[in-house]
Nanobody, 125 residues
C-alpha cells in the first residue's frame, strides 16, 4: 500500500499563497487518483480538489475554484496543491488522499483508500 506525507503548511496572511506537497512512498503514485481535503475544527472533512492518475482530469470544490490548483509529478511521486488568494476561512488541516480508482478522483471522503496525516494551514486576517 501507499504511504502519504503532506508538507508545506504554515501561517500566511490573508491574500497570500502556500503550496502544499504530498509525497508518496511504497507504491508508484501513478497507480492512484489523488485528492486534497481539509477539515476545520468542529466541521466535517471537506473536499478541495482531485486529479486523475495522468493529471488530465481535475475537479475542484466550489469554495476554492479559481484560487487553488492541484497538480502532480508522477516521476517525483508527489502531488501538489497551490493555494492563492487565501482567506481566513481556508484555515484547516489539509489532507491528501489516494484512490485506487485511478481514472478520475472523487469528491467524497469514501472515495479514497489511503490518507496522509495532514498539515495545518493557518490564515491570519
Amino acid at each position: 500500500q501507499v504511504q502519504l506525507v503532506e508538507s508545506g503548511g504554515g501561517l500566511v496572511q490573508a491574500g497570500g499563497s502556500l503550496r502544499l506537497s504530498c509525497a508518496a512512498s511504497g507504491r508508484t503514485l501513478s497507480d492512484y487518483a489523488m485528492g486534497w481535503f481539509r477539515q476545520a475544527p468542529g466541521k466535517e472533512r471537506e473536499f478541495v480538489a482531485t486529479i486523475s492518475w495522468s493529471g488530465l482530469r481535475t475537479y475542484y470544490g466550489d469554495s476554492v475554484k479559481g484560487r487553488f490548483t492541484i497538480s502532480r509529478d508522477n516521476a517525483k511521486n508527489t502531488v501538489y496543491l497551490q493555494m492563492n488568494s487565501l482567506k481566513p476561512e481556508d484555515a484547516a488541516v489539509y489532507y491528501c488522499a489516494a484512490s485506487n480508482y485511478r481514472s478520475s478522483g472523487s469528491a467524497r471522503v469514501t472515495g479514497y483508500d489511503y490518507w496522509g496525516q495532514g498539515t495545518q494551514v493557518t490564515v491570519s486576517s
